[in-house]
């Protein structure tokens, strides 16, 4: 007979692969749904920044606040997978806001940073500002700093997925929910199809948790209910190396704010937000896009152009939807949708929400699975390290005792954690497994290897 699971999420992004680990590690029978590979939607698309927002301190003050204490919690579950960011906030004469108004914005949000590890700003003159970042224009006339903090979203979302597994979820990606099982308007389950083998399926469910992000209308509306969103484009571009040593966040020429983003090895410039109610699957990038960025960031940065670019990338936010304003101002808050009010009992969407606060509607979202389930069991996500999170190792030490280059074992660490051992003992086996088969990143045959094995690559 098949199994019935507690529950089936939909949605192999940050929001829906926390779901299904906060929800396996309570001890609910759980699958997860995914139609690509983990984060092939907007979180693969986006900044990568565990951020309070600090924009957001001008409209919508409780994102901001929950934003920046999840981020703590994400800090302390994904420790190997985070990375600094001081930003440096260059201002210029004609500014949208002057030195002034953005240091009265900075103290404000100098009282969430206790939160998420952060520091105060500091205001640099313009020389202590073009000492830091050297290509800056010369035409600032001072500085401000801002901490942040990033996180690899790819490997977030796959350690998520791992998590779950090893607590006792079924994992599928490549698979697409292409319908529902319903009995009058109790939603039983969900139809999947395979999307390598072509072979379709049935799983029962008592409860299914769409966590689609910006395809959350359309499962919506195949489970028989309706959610309404505010969908909004936003395109980035990635420079093939670091063009700046710091974060920064820079004012576009319409005076709304854009960011350079130090990631890894790359740095990214973004980002656009315009409305889009198109197809979330075929998200257009136009030259237009492009040059909107460029021509923002060579005011404060002049040698942009110079840079190779090396892709551009689309992400479809999806906000909740409100009338009557600016893309930029619509709220990042989340919302839960029980659709037993709208024609399908036993159906739950997560709308909304950030990538900064993902476990926090995570762990919202299984709350209320629970209570429908008449489970009591507690959230743990917030103080469970994600696999291979649980110690820090030493980059020395281990570069020595497998003899291999510092950068190689400090790339394994950082992406893998202590599982990171697993890759170098396949390398201590079979020394061609070194062989690098990606410059730029240096990775290496066997962590290949170790993703197809063990995490669905
Ligand atoms: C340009 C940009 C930059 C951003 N930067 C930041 C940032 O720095 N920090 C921050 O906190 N937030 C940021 N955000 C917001 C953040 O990226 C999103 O809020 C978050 O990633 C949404 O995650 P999600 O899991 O809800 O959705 P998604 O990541 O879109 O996941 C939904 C998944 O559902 C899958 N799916 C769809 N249909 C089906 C189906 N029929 N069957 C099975 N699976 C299906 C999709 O393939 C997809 O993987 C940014 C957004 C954008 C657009």
């Not at 389950?189 to 399926?201: A, F, L, N, Q």
């Not at 990214?268 to 979330?280: A, E, H, M, R």
């Not at 201590?428 to 062989?435: L, M, N, R, T």
Request: hydrophobic share 40%; net charge positive; proline share 3%.
């Amino acid at each position: 007979m098949a199994k019935t699971y507690d529950v089936a999420v939909i949605g192999g992004g940050a929001t829906g692969t926390g779901i299904a680990r906060d929800a396996a590690l309570r001890g609910l029978k759980t699958i997860l749904i995914e139609k690509k590979d983990f984060s092939a939607g907007t979180t693969g698309a986006c900044g990568g920044m565990i951020h309070g927002g600090s924009r957001y301190l001008l409209f919508d003050v409780e994102t901001t606040r929950l934003s920046c204490i999840d981020s703590g919690y994400i800090q302390n579950i994904a420790s190997n997978l985070i990375f600094r960011i001081p930003f440096l906030i260059p201002i210029m004469k004609d500014d949208k806001y002057g030195i002034e108004k953005w240091e009265a914005f900075l103290k404000v949000y100098d009282k969430f940073q206790k939160y998420k590890s952060g520091k105060g700003h500091t205001r640099l003159t313009k020389e202590e500002a073009l000492r830091l970042e050297p290509g800056l224009s010369h035409d600032i006339v001072g500085a401000l700093s801002m901490d942040e903090w990033g996180i690899d979203v790819f490997r977030l979302t796959v350690l998520n997925a791992l998590s779950a597994r090893e607590a006792g979820a079924d994992i599928r990606n490549h698979t697409e929910v292409a319908g529902f099982i319903k009995t009058g308007q109790r939603v039983k389950g969900i139809r999947v199809k395979d999307k390598i083998s072509g072979k379709t399926e049935d799983i029962e469910a008592r409860i299914v948790v769409n966590a689609a992000g910006p395809w959350v209308t359309k499962i919506a509306k195949m489970a028989g209910a309706s959610v309404k969103l505010r969908p909004s484009r936003g395109v980035q571009i990635v420079f093939e190396r670091r063009i700046s040593n710091l974060g920064m966040t820079i004012t576009a020429i319409d005076g709304r704010p854009l960011y350079f983003i130090p990631h890894e090895h790359t740095t990214i410039l973004g980002t656009t937000d315009d409305d889009y109610f198109g197809d979330p699957d075929n998200l257009p990038i136009y030259n237009d896009d492009i040059e909107y960025l460029l021509t923002s960031a060579q005011r404060v940065f002049p040698e942009i152009r110079k840079y190779r670019r090396m892709r551009a990338m689309a992400g479809l936010r999806p906000s909740l939807f409100e009338w009557g304003k600016v893309e930029e101002d619509v709220s990042r808050e989340f919302e839960i949708f029980d659709h037993e009010k709208d024609g399908a009992s036993g159906f739950i969407t997560i709308a909304g929400g950030k990538l900064a606060m993902y476990r926090l509607m995570a762990e919202k979202t299984t709350d209320l699975v629970c209570k429908k389930l008449k489970i009591k069991a507690k959230c743990t996500t917030h103080t469970t390290p994600l696999p291979g999170a649980e110690e820090n190792l030493d980059t020395i030490s281990l570069s020595e005792k497998f003899k291999l280059p510092f950068y190689v074992v400090k790339r394994l660490l950082f992406k893998y954690g202590t599982r990171a051992i697993d890759i170098l003992n396949m390398i201590k086996k079979d020394v061609y497994q070194v062989s690098i088969t990606c410059n730029c990143e240096a990775i290496t045959e066997a962590e290949l290897r170790y993703c197809i094995r063990n995490e669905w690559a």
